[in-house]
């Protein structure tokens, strides 16, 4: 009798499976709507207390799963293009011959102590979370630490959890990142930055359990190749940024030449360039890209790569990522789905409900999971804190949290399962920027992801005996 595997689809097969669940749910679930009042900063936030269900709100249409895709793309218009812009960007840097010769540079200088390339990685990609809120930001770092950890005979889901775990613990345990705890603050009404010394000490703990997690796996497949989550699982065909390198830590690389040098100045410039201005003039992805397409110019000049090779390697590599463009329109199209059907109102206020039966520390801990379940509903920070904090903020009072615990709570629930939901478009882009399954990534982050409940629910429980405020 032959025995019938089964097959994990494809992420895209199940990001549309989620549209068309979404749509059930809206049949199945009453449409519902909080009230909502314009701040002094000019966003609309929840009224507590407004809920009301609205049965007058019209069903979606049959083919509400299909319109919800274009609509999907259309609202993540920045981000895809932002994906094709760094593809076609990173193409040209490579066909320069830089990105091959720094790496051959780092493999010479620390090739014996990959470990310092783990943990110092995974802290510096914290750190600008934590602070500036960086997360589609880090596009340009995937191709470059695929190159890297291939060379050393890891893997690519190595690459890829560098930056997604500092990403995700930069949020979670995020010091004064402004897109969620300095807005979440400010909507609770406590002072901006307010509790910073615990949010600092939980950073020292988050950070090593990231780094341990990364590198463990990274030692487990520089023993055993075989052990790669990946191992059965090729690059897209024709990726420039996937494929990366051979795999070999003896791999022969170009020497660093003065015009690659040059090359890699205006490269760094361009990131404090960008830093500054996401910093000091609220700059978001049109700027950055912006930025990035001066890059290519300057790269192509200074390389003296002729304009119809710089089109033709632009074009190459922004093609390359068509995938991963495509990946996160379907995935905003949940989102489009459940919104069309009134029911994230419906969800929040069903799920925080229950939480005013418990005692004060379990209130704190449901807070951390419903905020982590809302995140996959509602996949941006300062939404989600827009909509959940004029309602928890109320509702810790009520239970005999603090609101500085509140925020704690939401910030755990939003920045941790940043790096598990695949709503979110920072996720999703750089698994298909890397040609990593869901599926495999899933087997790699969910133990993680259960340490990080145990901890984060800790910490949460001490937050509230020792009356963190």
Known sequence: MTRIRFKVPHTLVILFGMVILAQLFSYLLPAGSFDRVENAAGRFQVVPGSFKFTPEAPALSPWASLTAIPKGFSGAHEIIFFVFIIGGAFAVLKATGAVDAVVGVL???????????????????????????????????????????????YDKITAVAIIMLGYGIGYGAANINPFNVILAQDIAGLQPASGLWY???????????????????????????????????????????????DGKAGADHPPL????????????????VLVYGLSQWHWYLVEM???????????????????????????????????????????????????????????????????????????????????????????????????????????????????????????????????????????????????????????FILPFMVKIAIVGSIALAVAVWIGYA
């Open 107 to 153: 493999l010479r200088r620390w090739g014996n102590q990959p470990f310092w390339l783990v943990a110092g990685g995974t802290t510096l990609f914290a750190i600008g979370s934590s602070t500036i809120g960086f997360g589609e930001e880090y596009f340009p770092f995937v191709p470059v630490l695929i190159t890297l950890a291939l060379a050393l005979g």
């Open 289 to 443: 890209q912006a930025v990035f397409v001066a890059l290519v110019v300057m790269i192509a000049i200074i390389a003296r790569m002729s304009p119809d090779r710089t089109a033709v390697e632009f074009g190459a590599g922004a093609a390359s990522l068509t995938s991963t463009a495509l990946l996160i329109g379907v995935a905003r199209g949940i989102q489009v789905v459940l919104d069309e059907g009134g029911i994230v109102d419906t969800l929040v206020h069903a799920i925080s409900v229950p939480l005013q039966e418990f005692p004060a520390p379990l209130s704190a801990v449901g807070m951390f999971f419903v905020q982590g379940l809302v995140n996959f509903f509602i996949p941006s920070g300062s939404g989600q804190a827009y909509v959940t904090m004029p309602i928890m903020a109320p509702l810790a009072d009520l239970v005999g949290v603090s609101r500085q615990v509140a925020v704690l709570a939401f910030q755990f629930g939003d920045g941790f399962s940043n790096i598990l939901v695949p709503t979110q478009a920072v996720l999703v882009g750089a698994l298909a920027m890397a040609g990593i399954p869901y599926d495999r990534w899933l087997r």
């Open 257 to 272: 030449t003065t015009t690659h040098k040059l090359i890699l100045a205006v490269v760094g410039i361009s990131q404090i």
């Open 199 to 245: 949010r600092l000490v939980l950073m020292v703990v988050f950070l090593p359990m990231g780094i341990h997690h990364v590198w463990s796996y990274a030692k487990k497949v520089g023993r055993d190749p075989a052990a790669s989550l990946v191992a059965d699982v090729s690059s897209p065909e024709g990726s420039s940024i996937a494929s990366g390198g």
